[in-house]
């Protein structure tokens, strides 16, 4: 008798934990959570999605017919309950609240689970959205399927230097670019057991390299050189402007230490800023605009079209012709941040309303241009209200990072979002952390320059901090 009574016991208390939601009254709509990860297209391989609810009542969580551990309204997916809901193509989540002493069940929202690969790490510097100054920033990595994220160079270690543009070449780690300023000032190019520092400014060009990319197949890496400014606006949407006063195109050879370019890619009558390499590596694109003077006065006059040149590495030689991309300045728009997709199918792009540098403009939206079919629209699915710009294809073209301030419109977040094969891109989630509330409420940074990689940057830190601190730099010039 006394074990027929415990057995109820059990029985009931399971029974009600796990109720069917069939069984309880219904909410009219969804749950109010954060972050909202309703509708979203996720990869297999991807750290829990915890989330919170944002209702005062008391909660509990449902995937997939299944209770999620919950504290305070925080639902904590356990790594197995996680795994074993990534094998489902998705994840449906139900939200339960108890108001007037009963259960009451909100309709359920699903979580899709995607099974096209997606590159293992993320790297990305983290600075304080400040103007002209900051104690502390660093070039960061972060393993997607967990929370883990770790330093790949940081500035308290080099007296509190800007360091910025941290490029693998096409998702490699251990090849890659990034700059360094100031008082250690030089860019560390790393290509296997390769580390050096270099001195890029030269007599022939007017400033130091900036924005890179690599050439898919050659140790060459694309530059823009640029004479940038930035001002601040004293009303409207927008907090500050950055601009360029001139600005090229160049291409620097890493194994003869010398940079070169065409007339068509450094000329005194355009803007030639944020070059990127075809995936076959045989056309260099690039963001062009017609020059305006004076600045900053004429700032909302400068408009960029995307431009491309053949390249043949082979013999160093750039084509005689350029060929627009897409003319967005007649459109009455500017174009930024042109990057082709892997399988070369897509070229995504940042659409604004002038200039060529979008974090800071709230109309900036992502773009996609069918290179097949020459037709171009916004990616409905993944834009906002908000900025929404720098991105970075994975290795397989299916999956986008990028920044966005749709958040809060301050801080600039990393979301990723799934393109399938037809071009059609899916809501994008915010990158996910442990206890996300809490951490982003508390996190004073702003992630930004998002790269996919292929896997961990090994690179011995105390090498690399030897190069830059006590490297002389090795000086490049023009090709002759």
């Known amino acids: 008798m006394k074990k027929t009574i415990i057995a109820l016991f059990i029985l009931l208390i399971f029974g009600a934990c ?68 990534l094998t489902a193509d998705t994840i449906s989540i139900s939200v339960q609240v108890k108001k007037d002493g009963k259960w009451q069940v909100y309709e359920p929202f699903d979580i899709h689970v995607s ?43 080099t007296g509190g230097d800007c360091m910025n543009c941290h490029t ?33 400014k030269t007599d022939s060009t007017i400033s130091a390299l900036v924005y890179p990319f690599w050439h898919p197949d050659e140790d060459m890496v694309a530059f823009s050189v640029n004479k940038t400014m930035q001002v601040f606006h004293s009303g409207g949407p927008n907090r500050i402007e950055v601009y360029d006063e001139a600005s090229d195109v160049v291409v620097y050879d890493a194994a003869r230490h010398e940079v ?85 199918k897509y070229l995504c792009f940042t659409l604004q309303e002038y200039g060529n540098f979008p974090i800071w403009h709230q109309d900036a939206d992502l773009w996609l241009l069918d290179l097949t079919t020459g037709e171009a629209g916004p990616l409905e699915g993944i834009n906002s209200d908000s900025v929404d710009s720098f991105h970075t294809w994975s290795s397989n073209s299916r999956w986008m990072v990028f920044s966005s301030r749709r958040d809060d419109g301050l801080y600039t977040r990393l979301y990723i979002g799934h393109i399938d094969e037809n071009g059609q891109a899916s809501k994008p989630f915010l990158l996910p952390q ?30 690399l901090l030897n190069v830059i601190r006590n490297s002389g730099g090795t000086d490049i010039k023009p090709a002759e």
């Open 18 to 85: 796990s109720q069917n939601p069939a069984d309880l009254p219904r909410i009219e709509g969804q749950p109010s959570i954060d972050p909202d990860y309703a509708g979203v297209t996720i990869p297999t391989a991807i750290a829990p999605l915890d989330f919170k609810y944002l209702g005062v009542e008391p909660s509990r969580v449902f995937a997939n017919g299944k209770k999620v551990r919950t504290r305070n309204g925080l639902a904590v997916f356990g790594r197995r309950q996680w795994k074993k809901l």
């Open 434 to 463: 442990k206890d996300p509330v809490n951490y982003y409420k508390k996190l004073i940074y702003s992630y930004n320059l998002p790269q996919f990689m292929i896997g961990k940057v090994k690179v011995n830190k105390r090498r």
């Open 168 to 200: 693998p070449s096409w998702g490699d780690p251990d090849k890659f670019v990034f700059h360094v300023r100031a008082a250690f000032g030089g860019t560390i190019l790393a290509n296997g057991e390769i580390l050096e520092k270099l001195n890029t």
């Open 115 to 157: 099974h096209d690969a997606i590159d293992p790490y993320l790297s990305y510097r983290l600075i304080p959205p400040g103007y002209q100054g900051w104690q502390q920033m660093g070039i960061y990595q972060r393993e997607l399927a967990s929370y883990r994220q770790s330093a790949i160079m940081e500035n308290t270690l």
């Open 260 to 344: 070169l370019w065409s007339p068509l890619t450094k000329s005194a009558d355009y803007f030639e800023t944020f070059p990127s390499f075809s995936p076959d590596g045989k056309w260099l694109y690039f963001c062009s605009a017609a020059a305006v003077s004076p600045m900053p006065r004429k700032y909302d006059q400068a408009k960029y079209a995307i431009m491309r040149i053949a390249f043949d590495a082979s013999t160093r030689t750039f084509g005689d012709a350029l060929e627009t991309v897409f003319d967005a300045p007649a459109m009455g728009k500017s174009a930024s941040f042109p990057r082709v997709s892997p399988d070369g």
